[in-house]
Structures are given as C-alpha cells and as structure tokens.
C-alpha cells in the first residue's frame, strides 16, 4: 500500500530562521503530492501540491519540488514567522486510484518570536 | 461563503449508543471523504464517496458506516461507538471526482466514547 513518511516533530525556530520540513512517500501508482497546513483548532488547508516529477508547488513562501528519483517531497521556506505555527501534513493521492488519499502523521511547528 | 460544516463539533457519548455525524458541502462537489485524526497517527481514512450513491472503503473503515444519497450530504454513523472511536472526525471534500484535486476540510468533530 501507499505510505507517507515525515519528519518527526515537534519543531521549533526562532523568527525568520530557515525551515525544512523533510517528506518521503511510496506509492505503487504514480501519485499527486500535497502538502496541508493546520492552525489550532481548525480543519486542514492546502498549502501546495505538485502532480509530477521536478514539479514545484509555491504558496506563501513555503516551497517544495516533487522528487521522484528520490520519493520525496520537503517542505521549505525561507524565513518563518509566529504566524506559520501551525501542524504540516504531507499527502498524496495516487493517480490510479483517486479516492484513496494518504497523509503522514503531521510535523508541529513553533516559531518563536 | 464556500465551505465544509459538520455537526456536532463536539459530543460526548457512551459505548454502544449510535450516532451519526452530519457533514454538508455547499460546493458541489462529486467527492467527498472522512477522517479520523490520533496523536502519533496523522489521518487516516475512513470512508470516501467518488459521487451519488457511490462509497469506498479507506484505511480504517471497521465500526463505521456511510451514506450518499444526495451530492451535499455525506453522514458517518457509528452504529454501536467503543472507545476505541474517541477521535477527531474530518470531512472534506474535493471536485472532480477520480481526480486528484484539493480536498476542502470541515472544522472537525471531537467525539468522546465512555
């Protein structure tokens, strides 16, 4: 069956300090990858995604390239901020099969000012 | 506004006493999906629907049943809740069934099994 493995939390930086959030996935099919963010009590959001190799989701300065040499697919930004405290998912969807999703156990976030 | 509601967001209930947790999308989307969220173990999927009158079963599916009788609406019932189903319960959906396109959350139900 399909996995998604991510690094595990919690993670704490300073302000504007450089953030990697590593992600590795298996999947028999050829999937779509997906990274979702969530904020304290509330539902999941996407963040970005990426549907094939050496594509690069963006959003919000949080970046990621679809590896598929390497099956996967880290979260980085640049500079964080209190703001971007929140719980990461890392997801996929396979292709050959589009009703089944995986996601990994989530990385929680503190930024601290 | 767009969006995803469940009802209850919260409930506490004992063992072997069915409930059902409702989940509405106004968006008209074809799929739509459950999750369960435990510390240590992400998501992991319930059931999904890929359109009217269509389910599937996820990961998880023992103790739980669905139904999709109308586009907007995708309820899962508990027939007869054990502990074991304390969970946070998200419903999301998403358009275009059989593809792989965002998945629109709702806020969450925190259910309580004693």
């Known amino acids: 069956g399909n996995s998604v493995t991510q690094m595990e939390g919690p993670v704490t930086l300073s302000e504007e300090a450089f953030l990697t959030i590593n992600c590795t996935y298996t999947?028999?099919?050829?999937?779509?990858l997906f990274w979702y963010v969530q904020y304290p009590g509330e539902g999941l959001q996407l963040l970005l995604k990426?549907?094939?190799?050496?594509d690069k989701g963006s959003n919000k300065g949080f970046e990621a390239t679809y590896r598929k040499e390497t099956t996967s697919f880290h979260l980085e930004k640049g500079s964080v901020q209190v703001s971007d405290s929140a719980v990461y998912f890392c997801?996929?969807?396979?292709?050959?099969?589009?009703?089944?999703?995986?996601f990994g156990d989530g990385t929680t976030l503190t930024v601290k000012p | 506004e767009a969006q995803v509601t469940q009802n209850p967001r919260y409930l506490i209930t004992v063992t072997g006493k069915k409930l059902t947790v409702t989940c509405s999308q106004n968006?008209?989307?074809?799929?739509m999906s459950w999750y369960r969220q435990d510390p240590g173990l992400g998501l992991r999927q319930i059931y999904y629907?890929?359109?009217?009158?269509?389910?599937d079963k996820g990961d998880v599916p023992e103790g739980y049943k669905v139904s999709r009788k109308e586009k907007r609406n995708f309820p899962l019932i508990l027939e007869s809740p054990s502990p074991n189903q304390t969970s946070l319960y998200f419903c999301?959906?998403?358009f275009g069934a059989g593809r792989p396109n965002e998945q629109f959350f709702g806020p969450g139900t925190r259910l309580t099994v004693l």
């Open positions: 629907s890929m359109n009217v009158e269509v389910t």
């Open positions: 990426a549907t094939k190799a050496d």
């Open positions: 999947a028999t099919g050829y999937p779509s």
């Open positions: 997801a996929l969807i396979d292709n050959t099969n589009a009703g089944k999703s995986t």
């Open positions: 999301a959906s998403s």
């Open positions: 968006m008209n989307h074809e799929y």
